[in-house]
């Protein structure tokens, strides 16, 4: 069965408990302000004008994602590929979600909001480190927050250094993109991403 519907979805799940409605909140009250400056890494979901979604990782030093008030985010965009999926995404569409983690807690907090591209010097400048302000920053409207249960995080044993794999079974960065891309260097690609990673994280 292909469910296509509403109605057929809900003949497979039952309706949420009350409390799952409940929960969800309309702004930031001071659980969820506390979480995010607990919070070094959060994902970012968006999806173009075409519907076409991405989800991409942001990390920084806990609390990297500023608590304007209680219905503001700011989260600073740091130097990568300069691909720039999401912000490209969200001139299209400022529909976003964020998925906040705290290493150690099994719960996630979840936020959903309208994302604007902001390049101001007075709102940038405090999240400057090592020197370096970010280029620009979104600036995030909660629509929507709540506490997310741990059961994903506890069936996925994220935190349980045991579950650790050894990093030599799966190929480097370098080895991966040489096997994808005709003509790449796997070592050169790895020395220009250790380089990469010691010398230009912001």
């Not at 990782?57 to 304007?68: E, H, I, K, S, W």
């Not at 280029?135 to 741990?150: K, M, N, Q």
């Amino acid at each position: 069965m292909t469910i296509t519907n509403q109605t057929e979805l809900r003949t497979v799940y039952r309706e949420p408990a009350a409390r799952a409605v409940q929960k969800v909140l309309d702004h930031l009250d001071a659980h969820c302000r506390n979480f995010i400056a607990l919070s070094p890494f959060c994902i970012l979901s968006s999806a173009g004008a075409d519907g076409q979604a991405d989800a991409s990782p942001r990390g920084d030093p806990p609390g990297f994602v500023t608590v304007l008030d209680e219905k503001t985010l700011l989260l600073p965009d740091r130097p990568g590929n300069n691909q720039v999926d999401s912000l490209q995404n969200i001139v299209e569409n400022p529909g976003v979600g964020l998925l906040f983690f705290v290493p150690g807690m099994n719960e996630t907090l979840r936020v959903k909001g309208k994302a604007e591209i902001v390049t101001d010097t007075e709102l940038l400048e405090p999240m400057t480190v090592k020197r370096r302000a970010p280029l620009s920053g979104l600036r995030i409207t909660v629509e929507e927050a709540f506490l997310h249960c741990g059961r994903a995080l506890l069936r996925s044993r994220l935190w349980d250094p045991e579950v650790q794999i050894e990093r030599a079974s799966y190929p480097t960065y370098g080895q991966v993109l040489a096997d994808q891309i005709a003509g790449a260097d796997a070592e050169e690609i790895d020395r220009s991403e250790d380089e990469a990673n010691r010398d230009r994280l912001y």
